[in-house]
């Protein structure tokens, strides 16, 4: 059993390590190296999209990824009606995998609000979802706000760590099939919104006891970060977070995750919600058959990103 002193002194020590904590560089991907340390996904789209995900060579050939201006580009096929295997698009994953850390990632645009899109900047672990996945952007077809969720195996209840007031709660159990989610409240940290105030960062931290997002418009970005010297205490309330709760620890349930970024389509989730969606069932019944009909609807689903950053924590 143990002593009440000892809970005390245990979180005394921890907050001690809170307050003392600064963050070194550790990894930097940008237009020089993120092709080289990310690769490109050509498997079947594990949540059952209208999607084919392409080779880098292919990729690279059709003008679906590489660098544009300097930032790292990562689009879909606008061009093709009736594509037979699924729309032509990307997703990346890191070579690299990371157990706690604070990753800053720097987007000019991500995919527009469009029915049947389905975006998503995440981590995951091996053998999903023992190790664990954070979603930290993620929309499907008309959403304007980001949904920020986690998903565990074994029973594991999240409890809510002080987010903005505009931030509601979906759901607090991780491990169903629709994971422990808050839903924003700001409609310009997603789709048409978010570029058109130029996009700007989202930063998430990860440490034993707690897992937070922020999102910070093009024009508000604080200046430790552009500085390279983050401070994630002086940054306010995040858009989301997560703290352990007492059927789950976030040290525990979340591991060795690799960094992704995708655009698939319809799948279990886009498509499961199409009928529920006005504006995108006034197209017809069918989510594959509005992607595979409308390939110009689909110029604007694309990811342009400046750099994403890894920082580690320093204790002093």
Not at 33 to 58: A, I, L, M, R, W
Not at 88 to 96: A, L, M, P, T, Y
Request: net charge negative; with cysteine.
């Amino acid at each position: 059993m143990v002593r009440p002193t000892t809970l005390t002194a245990v979180a005394a020590t921890l907050l001690a390590q809170v307050t003392r904590a600064t963050y070194g560089l550790d990894t930097v991907y940008d237009a020089s190296n993120f092709f080289q340390e990310f690769n490109h996904f050509n498997q079947p789209d594990p949540t059952q999209g209208f999607v084919e995900y392409v080779d880098q060579p292919t990729a690279q050939a059709a003008g679906l990824s590489g660098i544009r201006n300097g930032t790292i580009y990562m689009g879909v096929d606008s061009t093709t009606h009736n594509p037979p295997n699924g729309r032509r698009s990307i997703r990346v994953e890191s070579q690299k995998t990371f157990t706690k850390g604070l990753f800053i990632a720097d987007i000019a645009h991500m995919p527009s609000n469009a029915c049947g899109v389905w975006p998503a900047f995440w981590m995951y672990g091996p053998n999903w979802p023992t190790s664990g996945e954070i979603d930290i952007i993620e929309g499907v077809n008309t959403q304007t706000k980001n949904s920020i969720t986690l998903h565990t195996q074994n029973k594991c209840q999240m409890s809510g760590f002080s987010a903005l007031a505009s931030t509601f709660v979906v759901s607090e159990e991780c491990n169903t099939v629709t994971g422990c989610g808050q839903q924003t409240g700001d409609n310009q940290n997603y789709g048409d919104g978010f570029n058109a105030i130029g996009g700007g960062v989202y930063a998430m931290e990860w440490t034993d006891w707690r897992i937070s997002i922020w999102y910070f418009p093009r024009s508000k970005i604080p200046n430790d970060i552009i500085s390279g010297s983050p401070q994630p205490l002086t940054w306010g309330e995040p858009s989301g977070s997560f703290s352990s709760g007492q059927t789950c620890d976030i040290e525990s349930a979340f591991r060795d995750h690799k960094i992704v970024f995708d655009t698939t389509f319809c799948g279990v989730w886009a498509g499961e919600v199409w009928a529920s969606n006005s504006e995108c069932s006034a197209h017809g019944p069918s989510c594959k058959d509005y992607v595979a009909a409308n390939p110009q609807d689909f110029a604007e689903a694309f990811w342009s990103i400046n750099s994403l950053k890894v920082y580690k924590a320093q204790f002093l």
